[in-house]
């Protein structure tokens, strides 16, 4: 796979304004006009010195990063964005909410949501290059996640330089709470159906995460390794999508079920009027 450029965050005025700019949408739930203006053209570099700057900041607030999610491993969504590699961000403590617990409405921006593979590790990867075998031995358990991607870019006006500095569109998690271990699993067959009120509104199965969401889990260990930061044990990785991203409403509670992991709901609370815009 391609290598991911370099993402030593260099405090630039550009990379500092990107920043902000987006923090200021988080802040206020207000959506804002993409990054890509204030960037170099097609640098992802400055991307991820972006999404470095805003990580940081939240560190110094108080917030914990609890491990990392991959994005961008479809192959359409990389054709549609100009990428041949996927993305990552850092997970927050903050984002994480429990199975079934509601989101307050407008807490993540223009959020939708994916069903993937959630790995919780028990031991660090820290080889500069790593095969599935290392990360199943690395790995305490598996369980099914739902992702609720969020865009504080208005209109999801985004290019892959702007979900990247966006901590690649990262808004909160859920996670099931029955652990598998992977010797019981077939994850590249595993099928998926994410539902809302019964009706499925996302389908897939594990070969559309990169050809199985190990594969994704590989390639971030290699990354972070290279980064000087690598996957810890405790840490838990969200491996990527099994199907397409799906709308949400307020009031929706959507359910997800995948093959040998079980089921895991994602809640949403009624709009209020502060969060209408979001």
Not at 132 to 138: K, L, T
């Amino acid at each position: 796979m391609t290598t991911p450029p370099r993402t030593t965050p260099h405090a630039t005025e550009a990379v500092t304004a990107a920043a902000d700019r987006l923090d200021r949408a988080r802040r206020t739930g207000v959506p804002c006009a993409p990054v890509r203006d204030l960037l170099p053209p097609g640098d992802l570099d400055a991307a991820y010195a972006v999404q470095a700057l805003l990580t940081g900041r939240g560190l110094a607030g108080g917030r914990r990063i609890t491990g990392w999610k991959i994005g961008l491993t479809s192959p359409a969504v990389q054709r549609q964005l100009g990428v041949t590699t996927p993305d990552f961000g850092a997970l927050l403590d903050d984002t994480a909410v429990p199975d079934g617990a509601e989101l307050p409405w407008g807490e993540v921006l223009q959020p939708k949501a994916e069903a993937e593979v959630a790995l919780v590790l028990e031991h660090d990867l820290g080889h500069e290059r790593h095969t599935v075998a290392d990360v199943i031995r690395a790995t305490a358990f598996a369980l099914p996640a739902v992702e609720i991607v969020g865009s504080r870019v208005r209109d999801w006006d985004i290019t892959a330089v702007d979900t990247v500095a966006d901590n690649a569109s990262s808004g909160a998690y859920v996670l099931g709470t029955r652990p598998v271990l992977l010797r019981d699993l077939d994850l590249r067959t595993a099928g998926m159906v994410l539902e809302r009120g019964g009706e499925p509104v996302s389908t897939g199965a594990g070969v559309a995460c990169l050809g199985n969401p190990l594969h994704a889990a590989v390639w971030l260990a290699d990354t972070l390794v290279r980064l000087g930061r690598p996957l810890r044990a405790g840490d838990t990785v969200l491996t990527g999508a099994l199907g397409p991203m799906a709308e949400v409403a307020p009031g929706d509670v959507l359910e997800a079920r995948i093959d040998g992991l079980g089921s895991v709901r994602a809640a949403f609370g009624p709009a209020t009027p502060e969060g209408d815009a979001r």
